[in-house]
């Protein structure tokens, strides 16, 4: 399928459907639900420099359009990921691509570094934007200024490309995306979680034990679309669109609007073989609307304001991580 094969330089991905961070386990234990090589990459689940034991039950919460989660990046920490689950991802046929977060700017560097030689890392996807540590503050994900200071470090810290991850729970999402980009970001993926909170009026209790969490699925796409369009219009770097990402039609939406790639998220909750079956889907699409090439979509939407942005050429040497045989 060369007519869906997409660049993040210098990647180059053989379509442009991703998982999403903390949906889709890091993978090695979804291969009996979707066929992995027909994904264009794996995003693993946030990798913390320490173990996490994560927050309180209940942590998950269901709601009427997707749900809210509250899981607080529970994890075993950096040395078990490299010592055992890396491996796992390594044997996968497709681009890995490996999530890292933390509470301070030290660990972020410690973790980047750490990780600049494993051969099996093809790209670190800097979480700066999750809104369920440090009680919900969001200190990286809401001041540009330290945002940009994460990424400065972390560029420094490893060879790695290097994808910002983003919060939509901000005034003005097009100031992040500047920031990072400035400060070394290769890609843009946006967006993280929308802060929301359920409540149960006969009990009075709320649904997670946090009280807020960050809530996804389908009824966040309209805002998830409105932030990459607006990180797309501002930044030259590529966009990974992520948010209420359900169909081929949602997939090839984000990339009208700017995005080179898309992650599945809530979606495979619900149909695990999602995120294996949507690059044929958008092929069929593409055959019914006479489209040869993915790319021709890319930033091609059409408002009363402007022209459609033509699509950039990405320079430079573009390593190919589309398979692994």
């Not at 408002?303 to 692994?324: I, N």
Request: with cysteine; aromatic share 4%.
């Amino acid at each position: 399928m060369a007519r869906l094969a997409v660049h993040l330089p210098p990647l180059a991905l053989r379509n442009p459907i991703l998982s999403a961070s903390g949906t889709y386990g890091h993978a090695a234990e979804m291969q009996h639900m979707a066929d992995i090589r027909a994904i264009g990459g794996l995003v693993s689940k946030t990798v913390t420099r320490l173990p996490r034991h994560g927050n309180p039950a209940p942590r998950i919460c269901e709601t009427e359009a997707g749900f809210l989660n509250s899981i607080g990046l529970e994890n075993k920490g950096l040395d078990y990921y490299v010592r055992e689950l890396l491996p796992q991802m390594a044997e996968q046929d497709t681009c890995v691509i490996t999530n890292i977060g933390a509470e301070r700017v030290e660990d972020f560097v410690e973790l980047a570094a750490r990780l600049s030689d494993e051969p099996a890392v093809d790209a670190l996807e800097v979480n700066l934007s999750c809104p369920n540590v440090q009680e919900g503050k969001l200190p990286f994900a809401t001041d540009a200024r330290m945002a940009a200071r994460v990424i400065e470090e972390v560029k420094r810290a490893t060879k790695k490309p290097i994808f910002a991850k983003l919060s939509p729970n901000v005034s003005r999402i097009s100031e992040m995306a500047i920031a990072v980009e400035a400060a070394g970001a290769d890609a843009i993926t946006a967006v993280n979680t929308v802060l929301g909170m359920q409540v149960n009026w006969r009990t009075g209790k709320p649904g997670l034990h946090t009280v807020q969490g960050g809530y996804s699925g389908t009824a966040i796409k309209p805002i998830a679309l409105r932030c990459a369009w607006e990180c797309a219009r501002s930044v030259s770097i590529p966009i990974i669109g992520c948010g209420g990402i359900t169909t081929a039609h949602d997939v090839l939406e984000f990339m009208v609007v700017g995005c080179t790639a898309v992650q599945i998220g809530t979606a495979s909750f619900g149909d695990p073989g999602l995120v294996g079956r949507l690059a044929g889907e958008v092929e069929a699409l593409l055959d019914s609307a006479g489209i040869d090439d993915v790319n021709a979509l890319i930033g091609t939407l059409r408002t009363p304001q402007a022209t459609p942005r033509a699509t950039r050429p990405h320079e430079g040497q573009q390593a190919p991580c589309a398979s692994k045989t």
